[in-house]
DNA sequence: TACCAGGATATGG
DNA sequence: CCATATCATGGT
């Protein structure tokens, strides 16, 4: 017999779920939403649950929330969990205060405004799904994500559907590096899949212990791991650990937006975005997340040119 | 067809 | 320390 727990999280403005959940239903397939309910499969101390999100234009700083497959006891901590994954705690006001005298910025900001960023369940998931986007497009990432989980994972059935849950490190531990391959998968990358996941299994890597070291001491520890450079990490500490002033200068995405919102003549380079976000600071992540967005879904700009 | 994708590593100078 | 080749395929 499986528990039903219903909660009601409530946050601040601004928020906005619907600019919120909009990227997620794009690139992200495990993310499904039908009749005005997100649904979404994820493993949580080692229990594979079902999360039914609902929200109601009357009352918009409300999120319900159905959770199948939990434990009772773990009620007070799936509630923290999902207010951290939904970043329900994040006060976006201090960083609209800053970028409000950055005429472009601040038009990006003011539509979506209270966009926040939903965050992955587990480090371990968004460390292998970021490891996994790296230097390809982010549709055929998604791809070979849903290969993944398909291959690896456990599925949850409510009301007679079926939902793919990601695997856990014992799962992907079990894997061949062959197996990846066959999937599409480059060489290199399924050894940096599998072999994170023997080193979780065993105890050689901690990922829990990244909630207690700073930013940069965090970074340092993650880009010792094969297969986790700088950009790796930033986007682990933004998507997983949802840390506030990250910066990931280098990345593509975040390049092209900055040249298009800035309207530059040229790609900045990774120097020229680091000396820009320094007026960010230090909510350098809430800006990357709009520019990100930005990139996904174009703004209305004024004398705005195709790059 | 060529080139770029929300990079990282191995190798050579 | 910097430059280049490599990966493996989808999108444009």
Redesign the pocket.
Known sequence: MTFLLQLELKTRPPYSFQHSIR?LLN?HSEFEYREDVLYRAMRLWGRPLLIAVSWKEDDPLTLSVQVKGAKEADQEKIKRRLRHIFSLDRDLTPFYRIVALDSKLAKVIEQRKGLRPVLDPSLYECLIK??I????????AA?LIQRLTTLAGDKVTWDGKEYLVFPDPEQVAKLDYSTL?QM???????E?IIDISRQIVNGKIDLEQLYELEDEAAIEEL?K?????????E?LL??GLGRRDLL?A???????AIRFIYQLDH?PTEQEVRAMGQKWAPWRSDA?FYL??A??YPPILNNSRPI
């Open positions: 990227r690139h970021t490891i986007g790296q230097q390809i497009n982010v549709s055929f791809t391959q599409q998968f480059n060489r290199r990358k399924a940096y880009v791991i094969r297969g986790v450079g700088r950009w790796t990490a986007c933004l998507f990931p280098a990345d593509i995405g975040l390049r092209n790609q990357t990100w967005d990139l996904t």
